[in-house]
């Protein structure tokens, strides 16, 4: 009770006063204060205790979204969990088209040699009912629930992408990702993962420095845990 009314009073300051929030967060210099769509996007996610990124990995995943504004193509999220991230992309995204990919029912096997500590069914506390509930409003948002990338096939052919993120945690699923869309990424693309900079999830970073090793790409590492690469 005492943290939700806390998070409630957190959302109030960032949609009331969003300087008095940058000031106590440490950072009142910076334009986050005219970033109104990140702002309302960030405080449904207090409020709604949604979302694992931290407050510095939320602002990189809107900004790298707005980033690629005047490209063609649509956005893509593998590891959608209860929505979190999925709610900034769908305020970043303006009209273009956002596909959803999600077992929606916890994590698929696990290789305990690579993937830290994680098992089969963890993160399963969540349904696609409930995260497109908590999307509804967002237009151009398609939901594929299965096992990526077997659940992409239902819905071939795809628009070109401009903008992936990727939230899976596991190497498998991470190099399965980068070999499904890579191909599909326009130039000038941005795919954006979690977890890069985490040693607790050991075979995120395996995956990107193995599948990136012979090709022109260069991984960059983000704060907090975040890696983004921009197809060449």
């Known amino acids: 009770m005492l943290q939700r009314a806390r998070n409630h009073l957190v959302a109030w300051l960032i949609e009331r006063h969003p300087r008095v929030f940058l000031r106590w967060k440490k950072i009142g210099k910076h334009r986050l204060g005219e970033e109104a769509g990140f702002l309302r996007a960030h405080a449904h996610l207090v409020r709604e205790f949604s ?3 931290r407050f510095e990995e939320r602002y990189n995943l809107w900004a790298l979204a707005r980033s690629v504004a005047r490209l063609p193509g649509a956005f893509a999220e593998v590891g959608v969990y209860r ?3 999925a709610r900034i992309l769908c305020e970043a995204k303006d ?3 956002l596909h959803l990919f999600d077992t929606f029912g916890g994590m698929p096997d696990v290789d305990p040699t690579a993937d830290g500590a994680f098992r089969p069914g963890d993160f399963a506390d969540c349904s696609e009912a409930q995260v497109r509930a908590f999307l509804a409003g967002f237009a151009d948002v398609h939901f594929h629930p299965g096992i990526f990338p ?9 628009p070109p992408f401009k903008f992936v993120h990727l939230d899976v945690d596991l190497r498998r699923s991470t190099l399965d990702a980068l070999a499904w869309f890579y191909p599909r990424l326009v130039r000038g693309g ?9 040693v607790t999830v050991p075979g995120v970073k395996q995956a990107f420095d193995e599948f990136f090793a012979d090709k022109p790409e260069t991984v960059i590492p983000l704060w907090f845990s975040q890696a983004v690469v921009t197809k060449l």
Do not use: I, K, R, T
């Open 190 to 198: 941005l795919l954006v993962s979690h977890d890069y900079g985490d």
């Open 95 to 97: 009209a273009a088209p």
């Open 83 to 85: 929505g979190g991230s």
């Open 150 to 158: 077997a659940s992409a096939a239902a819905a071939e052919p795809y």
């Open 51 to 53: 979302g694992l990124q």
